[in-house]
């Protein structure tokens, strides 16, 4: 197990315009050829819009792009002829394949947190698809065969224990309040911290004692024989 903590994520963005980001693998301008990816998960970016701030229309290939709304609403525009307002619970997916542009804005009164993770497809190129589901539940895991992962949403009240997938590869990232993680919840995690485990089993997740958590965990494989 790895732990990469909040503090240690580059920061990106355009705070004068109203965005700010905090990456935990190696963007843009911080390169870091030692934290290209975790298996097939290339980024885990946190983002922070301001109301009427966004991304304007950019392109994405060869990708597979999942996002998740903490707080606020995302209004979410593509070339493809999409266009969604994601709301905390949902989980929205954009295939970008052999490429699509997309802008991603804050149309909304209030300040937007989401949390965008880009995972790398099991077969690059064909033609960009779209899903989104909404209100998810915690005892339902949304499947992404595409990269070979699946993404589980847990919510735990103060002191709630609950198993962890086993995995080869295992991401956990904290979107908000306490966790304690490990085979005897030894591990200490707080918002924007992140666990990379390879190999997991017999794992579990713990609420902190003082309020309720929120966290992601992808659970992925490698590519497989032949890849």
Do not use: K
């Not at 709304?69 to 209004?75: D, F, Q």
């Not at 300040?111 to 995972?119: A, E, I, K, Y």
């Not at 499947?143 to 735990?156: F, I, K, S, T, Y």
């Amino acid at each position: 197990m790895s732990v990469r903590r909040a503090g240690d994520r580059y920061p990106g963005g355009e705070p004068g315009a109203g965005i700010e980001s905090l990456h935990a693998f190696s963007f843009g301008g911080h390169y870091d050829p030692d934290n290209l990816r975790f298996g097939p998960l290339l980024a885990c970016n946190e983002e922070r819009l301001a109301p009427g701030a966004g991304f304007d229309e950019h392109p994405h290939s060869h990708t597979e792009i999942v996002t998740w709304v903490v707080s606020g609403e995302l209004t979410h525009r593509d070339s493809a002829g999409h266009a969604s307002v994601v709301r905390p619970g949902d989980v929205q997916r954009l295939s970008a394949a052999g490429g699509v542009r997309h802008t991603e804005r804050n149309d909304g009164d209030e300040p937007l947190v989401f949390v965008q993770m880009w995972l790398a497809p099991l077969d690059p190129g064909g033609e960009p698809s779209y899903e989104i589901v909404r209100g998810i539940a915690d005892a339902t895991p949304y499947a992404l065969p595409q990269a070979r992962a699946m993404l589980h949403a847990r919510r735990l009240a103060p002191g709630e224990r609950t198993a962890v997938p086993d995995g080869e590869f295992l991401y956990v990232h904290v979107v908000r309040g306490g966790v304690a993680l490990g085979p005897d919840a030894g591990e200490t995690l707080s918002p924007g911290d992140a666990a990379r485990i390879t190999d997991a089993e017999g794992l579990a997740l713990v609420g902190g004692a003082e309020s309720g958590a929120e966290v992601l965990v992808w659970e992925m494989a490698g590519p497989g024989p032949g890849a």
